[in-house]
């Protein structure tokens, strides 16, 4: 499975994206839309947007991340151009029995980005880098 | 990448040998690397490579991430290339391509890690048996950060210059299962390269040729070189030779797109290629769409 959206996903998030801008919510037919692509994180994905637990970083060079943070109050840090995220659902679900496109994290992420509620914050280069490469203090 | 690997071949190739032309265009934004899979000491011949002609012939600046140290380099090359002892430094360092220290003057336009799997046993916590579940999340932690810098320096690059192409990530892994050990299963993968597959879109196989043709050569020994992936959309081979450089290539060379007496010829090479090595999972070789015949003196690996 390879780690960009398919077609009927990333169709998905842009016609949620154009509801939400339109009517400030998601109809029915887009959640039930959600829940049969991406799966049961689905739900738990929608639970982390209405909790505004996703926040956009950047830093000087232009580098951007989301963090993502999750429902034991650890944060996770995932990429903006491809799916990966450093907590046990991926890692078992995703990677180890591809019985999932996401997890909840990523997807908290992409639904927040497309419906412009991302928090944002700034940082350095150098925190940038220990965040990327996984070596940040937690 | 592709293009990359192709003007290495291109590059080395002899007029002599030479069948046909060889396109060399650049990648599609959003592929976004090439796994080199096989023989260490081939693969890393063919980064190698691959870094010299990127920054000799089309003018890039290269980063090699290598754990092993290259003891002769031009002076030219030498700030090229980084030496990370653990997986955690070599994470850092490709994540701190970003920084303004590495994107001035120019950005990089290629980054090449040798020997994936050399870097992930680092992530196996001691265990030297069978696969463990840290490797393969390090595996897509590597794999998506070298996605990801492609992708943000490929954006420095648009906005320094309309012309330029995009960052290109080329990686060399060699697999610890061997289909032949493994009595030929289809179902013998790695799940490493299985993640691996995930983030690099286009796979160069390097498979060496065992049978009797490859033993009458002699010293010089014969290997296939295959492209697969979904990155790659039109079927072509390779025909080169390669006198004057260290490591001594010979490919065979029919385009795909043309229906001639060469092409005829390398399917049925493919198909002689099967019979000699049953043990190779039929998907495998019927997934390729590029195939090449590299003959190789080992007297420089």
């Known amino acids: 499975m390879p780690s960009l959206l398919p077609a009927v996903a990333e169709q998905l998030f842009r016609d949620i994206q154009k509801t939400y801008q339109e009517t400030s919510q998601i109809p029915d037919d887009l959640l039930i839309a959600l829940k049969f692509v991406f799966g049961p994180c689905a739900l738990q994905a929608l639970d982390l947007v209405d909790q505004r637990s996703v926040t956009c970083l950047s830093s000087p060079s232009g580098r951007k991340a989301f963090q993502v943070m999750g429902g034991s109050g650890r944060l996770y840090t995932c990429f903006v151009s491809c799916h990966y995220c450093p907590c046990p659902a991926f890692a078992y679900t995703v990677l180890r029995r591809n019985e999932g496109l996401l997890c909840k994290h990523v997807l908290a992420a992409y639904l927040c980005q497309a419906l412009g509620v991302t928090q944002e914050e700034s940082v350095s280069d150098q925190q940038m880098s220990k965040l990327l490469s996984g070596t940040a203090a937690p | ?301």
Request: hydrophobic share 40%.
């Open chain 2, 1 to 301: 990448m592709t293009d990359i690997l192709t003007l290495v071949f291109k590059t080395f190739m002899s007029q002599t040998d030479l069948k046909k032309d060889l396109t060399v265009s650049p990648p599609p934004p959003t592929t976004c690397g090439a796994l080199v899979v096989g023989d260490h000491s081939v693969s890393r011949s063919v980064l190698l490579l691959a870094a010299v002609t990127a920054a000799s012939q089309m003018g890039m600046r290269v980063m090699f991430f290598t754990q092993t140290q290259i003891q002769s380099l031009p002076a030219s090359l030498q700030k090229c290339f980084s030496y990370p002892r653990t997986v955690e430094e070599l994470l850092l360092q490709i994540a701190s391509l970003h920084e303004s220290t590495n994107t001035s003057p120019t950005p990089p336009s290629l980054i090449i890690v040798d020997r994936l799997e050399s870097f992930l046993s680092d992530s196996r916590g001691g265990s030297h048996s069978g696969f463990h579940p840290g490797e393969q999340s390090c595996a897509a932690h590597l794999s998506a950060l070298l996605c990801d810098t492609a992708a943000f320096l490929t954006q420095v690059l648009e906005q320094r210059s309309s012309t330029s192409g995009p960052c290109r990530v080329i990686a060399s892994f060699q697999s610890e299962v061997d289909p032949e050990q493994a009595g030929g299963e289809p179902s013998a993968t790695d799940p490493i390269l299985d993640i691996l597959d995930r983030y690099f879109q286009v796979r160069c196989t390097l498979d060496q040729d065992r049978g009797y043709e490859a033993v009458a050569a002699g010293l010089q020994q014969l290997w296939h070189i295959y492209l697969s992936g979904r990155g790659i959309t039109e079927a072509s081979c390779l025909t080169f030779s390669w006198p004057c450089f260290p490591v001594l290539l010979t490919a065979t060379l029919a385009r795909g797109s043309r229906r001639t007496a060469i092409q005829k010829d390398s399917r049925q090479l493919v198909r002689e290629d099967y019979s000699l090595r049953p043990s190779l999972p039929l998907r495998t070789l019927m997934s390729h769409t590029c195939v090449a015949r590299v003959c190789i003196d080992h007297s420089f690996v």
